[in-house]
């Protein structure tokens, strides 16, 4: 069982920065993807980046590329976010997942197996 907790939300005006986290409970951090996920209300959950266990390998949706910048901490057992150029559209819920052994960086909701309840972007232009 792995635990996902996320923080660092908030409100902010269009091109602010953010700095979100996600810190898990679990044996085996070490060897998780980490996945960044986001919803709007009404919409679908959508994938906004990976990165692989060591770290060397990230994923980024093309609506977020060159924006946001993932990276992890498995000391800490914590994945971070950095979310620069922030525009309206990136307002939603944001949700941090895991899934254990994959040697590629899955981008669909399903393939991931735990979750962490969420932490809100507001983003105001």
């Known amino acids: 069982q792995v635990q996902l907790v996320e923080s660092g939300g908030g409100s902010l005006q269009a091109g602010g920065s953010l700095r979100l986290s996600c810190a898990a409970s679990?044996?085996?951090?070490?060897?998780?993807?980490m996945g960044w996920f986001r919803q709007a209300p009404g919409k679908e959950r959508e994938f906004v980046a990976a990165i692989s266990w060591s770290g060397d390998s990230t994923y980024y949706a093309d609506s977020v590329k060159g924006r946001f910048t993932y990276s992890r901490d498995n000391a800490k057992n914590t994945v971070y976010l950095k979310m620069n150029s922030l525009k309206p559209e990136d307002t939603a819920v944001y949700y941090c997942?895991?899934?254990?052994?994959?040697?590629?960086?899955?981008?669909?909701?399903?393939?991931?197996?735990?979750w962490g309840q969420g932490t809100q972007v507001t983003v105001s232009s």
């Open positions: 679990g044996r085996t951090f070490s060897n998780y993807v």
């Open positions: 997942a895991a899934v254990e052994g994959w040697g590629r960086l899955p981008s669909l909701p399903i393939e991931y197996h735990y």
